[in-house]
């Protein structure tokens, strides 16, 4: 596939590292050109010297930059998003005061109400970079939760998530981005109070379908 990343930093090199690896051809862009330059060639992926740019033809684009950036980079795209499958990696944390983040509707669901020409879906935000860039522990695929209301979307950040080493899941519609953001906060709150390395992700083990 041709995948746009929005944003250069932990989150888009690593998906644009294993994206380049399961041979997606990748064009990463940041608010600094030089800095989508940079990932680009440390991880073998494309630079873009502008948001429009690196989504110009792409079949997926991703969103990986700070929420307080997302209306931005939605303001910044004009129509050139219209119709694309777009992936929201995106956390909205705060360490102080979870629950001011826990109680209203998630980030993809701000994006798909403002934007319902888009064909939103969430993903990739429940894990951590270093569990995007490799997604295998122990010989385990972490999963990959996938939650959209654009069923044909959905099937196409299924195959790109599955492609670059999770396990697929589909995780319903993209209320359920609610959970999924609740599950990034869960892990980063988890770091922070057990001294944990920032690199874990998360496993659903029992009977679950093919169990790997
Ligand atoms: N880090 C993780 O392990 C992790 C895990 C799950 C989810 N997330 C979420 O993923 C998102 C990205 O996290 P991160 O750790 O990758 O952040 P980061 O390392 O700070 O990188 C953010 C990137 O976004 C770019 N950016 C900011 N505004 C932009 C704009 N208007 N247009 C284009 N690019 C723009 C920055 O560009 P410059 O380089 O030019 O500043 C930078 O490359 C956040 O929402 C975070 O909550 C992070």
Known sequence: MKIGIIGSGNVG????KSGVRAGHAITLSASDPAHATAAAKETG????????EAVNGADLVVIAVPYDRLGEVFRGFGTSVDGK???DATNH????NPGE???????????????PEVRVVKAFNYAFAS????PTV??????GFVAGDDEDAKL?????????GFRPIDAGPLVIARVLEGMGLLNVLLQIRNEWPWQSGFKLIGPTGDGT
């Not at 944390?93 to 102080?96: A, C, D, R």
């Open 13 to 16: 090199k690593a998906l644009a």
């Open 45 to 52: 992926a494309h630079a873009a010297a502008s948001n429009v």
């Open 85 to 87: 499958v777009v992936i």
């Open 93 to 96: 944390i705060n360490v102080q």
């Open 101 to 115: 983040v826990l109680g209203g509707i998630s980030n993809s669901e701000e994006i798909q109400n403002r934007h």
């Open 131 to 134: 569990r995007m860039a490799d």
């Open 138 to 143: 122990d010989g385990v695929r972490l999963d």
């Open 156 to 164: 196409k950040a299924l195959e790109f998530v599955e492609s670059i």
